[in-house]
């Protein structure tokens, strides 16, 4: 079984930074599409952003300016820069592939990590 293991939460002042990693445990061929999402208390789920294999980024609004997703794919790692966070940058985040291929063949999809806790005081 493939994991995606996230790393670099913690506790930060507003207007601080935080660099959240994400990396497969196992030995990989290629993911497809990588996303950082995020689910504060009492709210659903929503993507922050995404980086396709090419490169291709997409944001969310709230944090467009702020925010800088990069991947390594020799690495077949995920980051994301965090950058003037506030207390609505809160929650716990989760990182995604929707496609991932493994070294030996196997497809996953829609493969999660276990999630960082963010929290951003005033």
């Not at 944001?59 to 003037?84: C, E």
Request: glycine share 12%; aromatic share 10%; net charge positive.
């Amino acid at each position: 079984q493939v994991q995606l293991v996230e790393s670099g939460g913690g506790l930060v002042q507003a207007g601080g930074s935080l660099r959240l990693s994400c990396a497969a445990s196992r030995s990989i061929f290629s993911i497809r599409t990588m996303g950082w999402y995020r689910q504060a208390p009492g709210k659903q789920r929503e993507l922050v952003a995404a980086i396709g294999s090419g490169g291709g980024t997409s944001y969310a609004d709230s944090v467009k300016g702020r925010f800088t997703i990069s991947r390594d794919n020799a690495k077949n790692t995920v980051y994301l820069q965090m950058n003037s966070l506030t207390p609505e940058d809160t929650a716990i985040y989760y990182c995604n592939a929707d496609r991932l291929d493994t070294a030996w063949g196997t497809r996953y999809d829609d493969v999660w990590g276990q999630g960082t806790q963010v929290t951003v005081s005033s």
